[in-house]
């Protein structure tokens, strides 16, 4: 089979993509990698096979796409013609079935994918990759409609991954569908590697208008986030948290809400874990950011571990804060703290004084 490949490839871009369709990618794998990684800068190939592959990745697509619904019809007849004679045994059996159709064009896509990926991560990075941009982003642009085929959203995520590592040109084009869905799978297949990724990948998340409406879904996987334990206990994790606060004022102050209801909870690790998340996030922000990290929200843990009715309630906050007073040598910190202290307890002994200057003197 290697031969037959090699010798295709030789030939033309299109004779190797007609019988590289053919084979079992499983098995083809190693196959395919050696095949595209030897091929040499001075190559045709270099610009022929990139274009001939976005073709081929975009007439399959829409050949997907074109596939008939299981509860649909493309031309449904109309209700004042007489209904159309059964086809024949014959006929019927000679045209595939749906279910064949489809199989056989996610296991296409799932092939060429698989070649565009290696054309992007050729160590000598010999390919017009600019003609081979319609075709990834035909397949970036569907990937929800592919999100059921683990395989194939799996490879294409991966492509649309190395095309922004890679500041390729149209990488911005390749994270609207790729990023919500690699938020998605990380937090429900919960993989470190797939932590990584997204923490790799931080810097996409500020092409996105947090505040525009269309991108409340995404919002939510953030905060989800912030209560996924693998996030927290990861550094990755914890780096990209961090991150986030700095995406949008909004976003912000919605995930400092949502670390104040997990406080009375009191589990050591998520309350350490949101401590060292705000001290991160505290020392990137800026402006408003930072203030209401400090203002309208460190302030009131302080306070309320001042008042706090509980014993418990008041360590459990105190661990939230140990993050900053284990740091209080860090440039600025010590300075922030007290600052924030100071009036609060000022007031508290305020208050204690007054009631003790109210207390009935005794009788002598």
């Known amino acids: 089979m290697e031969k037959r490949l090699r010798h295709s490839l030789q030939s033309s871009a299109e004779e190797f993509i007609s019988l590289a369709t053919k084979q079992s990618l499983k098995s083809s794998k190693s196959i395919f990698k050696t095949l595209i990684h030897s091929i040499k800068p001075s190559s045709p190939l270099c610009t022929s096979l990139p274009s001939t592959l976005s073709d081929s990745i975009s007439a399959s697509v829409q050949s997907f796409q074109n596939l008939p619904g299981p509860n649909s019809s493309q031309n449904p007849p109309s209700p004042h013609s007489p209904p159309a004679k059964r086809l024949r045994n014959s006929s019927r059996c000679s045209e595939p079935e749906p279910v064949d159709q489809k199989h056989a064009l996610l296991e296409r896509l799932e092939i060429l994918a698989h070649i565009a990926l290696l054309c992007v991560t050729h160590p000598r990075k010999p390919f017009l990759l600019s003609d081979l941009l319609p075709g990834v982003q035909a397949l970036h642009d569907n990937l929800i409609v592919f999100e059921s085929e683990s395989a194939l959203s799996a490879v294409i995520e991966g492509l649309c991954e190395e095309w922004w590592k890679e500041n390729l040109a149209g990488r911005e084009s390749l994270i609207s569908q ?35 409406e269309s991108i ?36 912000g102050k919605e995930l400092l809400a949502m670390i104040r209801s997990q406080i009375p909870f009191g589990r050591k690790s998520m309350l350490e874990a949101y401590g060292d998340i705000l001290f991160r996030a505290w020392r990137a922000a800026q402006g408003d950011s930072r203030s209401e990290i400090e203002n309208g929200f460190l302030q009131d843990l302080i306070e309320a571990a001042i008042h706090a009715a509980s014993g418990p309630f008041a360590s459990y906050i105190r661990r939230v804060l140990g993050a900053f007073i284990n740091q209080r040598t860090t440039d600025g910190v010590e300075k922030m703290l007290f600052r924030l202290a100071e009036p609060i307890v000022f007031r508290s002994l305020q208050v204690n004084g007054d009631r003790v200057n109210n207390l009935p003197l005794p009788l002598v």
Do not use: W
């Open 216 to 251: 409340h879904d995404l919002k939510l996987l953030l905060i989800r986030c912030m209560i996924s334990p693998l996030y927290l206990k990861a550094e990755d994790g914890r780096r990209f948290l961090a991150f986030v606060f700095g995406l949008s004022h909004q976003l």
């Open 178 to 212: 790729s990023l919500p869905f690699l938020l998605s799978r990380s937090l429900t297949l919960n993989k470190k590697m797939d932590v990584h990724k997204v923490c790799v990948l931080r810097e996409a998340f500020t092409l996105f208008d947090f505040d525009d």
